[in-house]
Every structure is written in C-alpha cells, then in structure tokens.
C-alpha cells in the first residue's frame, strides 16, 4: 500500500478534513485495474515508436487538504507507470489552496527521501510527478478548454436546503486569523462558511456535481479525457451515470470502487468517466 | 506558480473563453523566485508535445527569457541538452510568487498572491 499523504499542517477549521470520501479516491486510484487503465491510456512512449507521448495534465477541482492530489504527484510512478505527468488544483476557498500546495510539497519530499534513503533538501522528482500549482478559482473556470487530461472531483455531495454562496474576488478576508480588529465569532462564522463549501451539495447534493458534469465534454482532452467523480448514495449514482452516456459521443460512466463498510445514506462510490 | 501553468490557463470570464485574444493571460509586476529541480530531459521531451508554443512564447519574452527558440524544438533539436536545460529552468524551476494576470480581452486582473492567483470573479462578472 502506498503512503497517505501527511495532512498535520493543515488547520481544519477552515478546510475539509481527509475521510473516508478522500481515502476511497486513494484506493480507487491505486487499485491494479485502475493503474492499468491509466497506464494503457498514458503511456511515457508510444508502443510502436517509442516516441514521446504528451505528458498527461491531472486536475483536481476541490483540493481542499490536497491529499488526493498530493497522493496522485508522489506516487505518479507507481500510479501511471512514469513522471512525466502534470498536476494542478483548484479550490474556492484560498486556505485549501495554500494548505494543497504544502500537502503536495512534503508528499514529494517524503517519497523523495524515502527512495534516497537520506533526507535531501532539493525536491526531486524522482518518483514524482511535476506540481504545478493551486489556482484559487470555480470548479473549472480558469482551465483552457480540452487540456484536462484527468480530473478528479470530491464534491461537496451532501444534500442541503441551501447551496452556500460561492466567493467572489475579495468576499473572503483571509487575514482575519491574525488580525487584532475581528472578533473569534466572525472568524468562526467564516471558517463555518467555507467547509460549509467543501461538503453542502443543495438539491440531491448534486447542484455543484452537475455544473462540473455540464463542463466534462468541453474541458477534457477529445480523446484523453478521464473522470473520476465520487458519489453518495444520495445523489442517485445510477441516474448520474445514465445521463452521462445519454451525452451520446461514446461517453462511458462506470463506477470503478464502493466504499461498503459504511451502511446507510453515506455509502460512497467513484465513477470512471471517460470515452473509451 | 510554476511559469508552465499559465499555458493552461485562460479568462474565467465566459464571455472570453471564445476569443484567442484571452489566451495566453499576460503576466504584469511578475515577481519571479528559482527552485531547483532535478533536470528530466525524457520529462521535457514529453511535455513539449503538449505546450503551445506561441502562447509560451508570449510568456517568456513577457518575463523576460531571450533564450527561447521562435520554433519549437524536433527532432535532432530535442537532444541539444543546454536548450532542454534552459527549457526546465523556465517551465519547471521558475516561479511566479507575486503579479497579476491580464487578459488580453477583457482586461481583468487576476492577483498572485505567495504564488496563488487568485481567479475568483467580482459579483458582476460571475
């Protein structure tokens, strides 16, 4: 089993907590079907030629602590078969954006050390993939078109009364922690609001899942593009998957790992997007 | 921000997604740091067949890069080591910590902030 990715600096107050939603995408990802089939689709050289192949671009939208993503460019060789790979995060809220980039960090320094053998102060990549960023932004808003080779999405899948408000530019005072001048009941206020983003879904806990389904065909690669999106038992796993090969264009949805251990509403799977 | 980044990203605004003139968003006040990485020539070798040059281009002469070929680099090209070791000093070692980013279209201005750029919309824009 590969490492977890050590998430001890991140302060979750304000960003979502590692659980058994992340740990299933870790499982998932590692699983020997899913490295095959990532490996197959993202070769480091074509078969025939040995030429080159473009290195894949891995996106996760909604890092929060990072740790899938953190997982994914530590492990990179393990996961597709080389490090010639791309990654990059998103997140809405700007405290995920700087705790992912840290996460990211020591997870490569981590395997780093342990493939040296002797801790080194240069992170090289040596079983890692390149990190390239977080980029605090929506869902997918300030990615080209069709450079998305992977994505991986944890929504926020809890069916809510209400979808919190997304922030706008500067909505989100973020220096408030060391700020003399704000009270600790606007700090908590804040920090509510912002993990209310990284679990609170509104209707069938699917309005944040849908507007990230609606932009999948115009954000992945034509013809590399993959998915993985998890999913509650509550957002109607069979109908999501439906819609999707509804789209027509050879699109695929197959769920690819459960989470069983827990009976009841939370039952959580991870759905395979792709065209084959 | 890894200097790579930003050919991958355009205007968060919808209305610019269309337009060539949102892509690549151009870099302003760009304050750079250096970070070494162990050099993978296999590593750019592979990630050249996914760059767009142009757009590249337009970065590196923005943060002033002079060393950055006009075509991109095949064939016998690819095995001139001191072209690939400029190439991961730019793409991979060179950060952006502070700036802005512009688009070319509508002009909005994305903040970097401890190398985040910060790609939120003002209420108006969303």
Redesign the interface.
């Known amino acids: 089993m590969l490492p977890t990715p050590s998430t001890s600096h991140v302060s979750f107050d304000n960003v979502y907590e590692p659980a058994e939603d992340s740990f299933l995408l870790l499982d998932a990802l590692s699983a020997p079907s899913e490295t095959a089939f990532l490996q197959h689709r993202f070769p480091?050289a074509t078969a025939s030629s040995g030429a080159?192949?473009?290195?894949p671009?891995v996106v996760e939208v909604g890092t929060g602590s990072g740790v899938v993503l953190a997982f994914v460019t530590a492990h990179a060789k393990t996961i597709f078969g080389h490090?010639?790979v791309?990654t990059?995060a998103t997140d809405?809220n700007?405290f995920a954006?700087?705790a992912a980039?840290r996460t990211v960090q020591t997870a490569i320094k981590d395997v780093c050390d342990s493939d040296t053998q002797t801790p080194t102060t240069?992170?090289?990549?040596?079983s890692s993939a390149?990190f390239?960023?977080?980029?605090?932004?929506?869902l997918t808003?300030?990615?080209?078109?069709g450079?998305i080779d992977m994505l991986i999405f944890n929504p926020p899948y809890v069916p809510t009364e209400e979808l919190p408000i997304?922030?706008?530019?500067?909505?989100i005072d973020t220096s408030a922690g060391s700020n003399q001048g704000v009270s600790s009941h606007s700090i908590f206020e804040r920090d509510s609001y912002l993990l209310s983003l990284s679990y609170a879904g509104g209707a069938d806990g699917m309005e944040t899942t849908d507007r990230l389904l609606e932009q999948i065909p115009t954000i992945l690669h034509p013809e590399r593009g993959v998915a993985y999106l998890l999913l509650c038992a509550q957002n109607r796993p069979e109908d999501v998957k439906a819609r999707i090969r509804a789209w027509g264009n050879g699109w695929a949805a197959e769920t690819v790992a459960t989470s069983g251990k827990t009976a009841g509403w939370e039952r959580l799977q991870i759905v395979r997007i792709w065209r084959p | 921000?890894?200097v790579?980044?930003v050919n991958?990203?355009?205007?968060?605004v919808k209305t610019c997604?269309t337009s060539p003139e949102a892509?690549p968003l151009h870099f302003r006040d760009a304050e750079l740091a250096q970070?070494?990485?162990?050099f993978?020539p296999?590593?750019i070798?592979?990630?050249?067949?996914?760059l767009d040059w142009n757009a590249f281009r337009v970065t590196t002469s923005e943060l002033g890069f002079s060393t950055i070929p006009a075509e991109k680099p095949e064939g016998d090209a690819l095995n001139d080591e001191t072209l690939l070791r400029d190439l991961h000093k730019v793409l991979?070692e060179t950060q952006v910590m502070e700036g802005k980013l512009v688009c070319g279209h509508c002009a909005h201005e994305?903040a970097i902030k401890?190398?985040?750029?910060?790609?939120?919309?003002?209420?108006h824009l969303?």
């Open positions: 480091a080159a192949t473009p290195a671009l490090t010639n791309l990059l809405v700007r954006c700087e980039q240069s992170a090289a990549p040596a390149a390239l960023s977080p980029v605090l932004s929506d808003s300030a990615i080209r078109p450079e997304l922030p706008s530019t500067h909505s | 921000m890894k790579l980044t991958f990203l355009t205007c968060a997604k892509f970070q070494d990485l162990e993978n296999e590593f070798k592979n990630m050249l067949l996914r991979l994305y401890e190398g985040i750029a910060n790609f939120l919309l003002p209420n969303v």
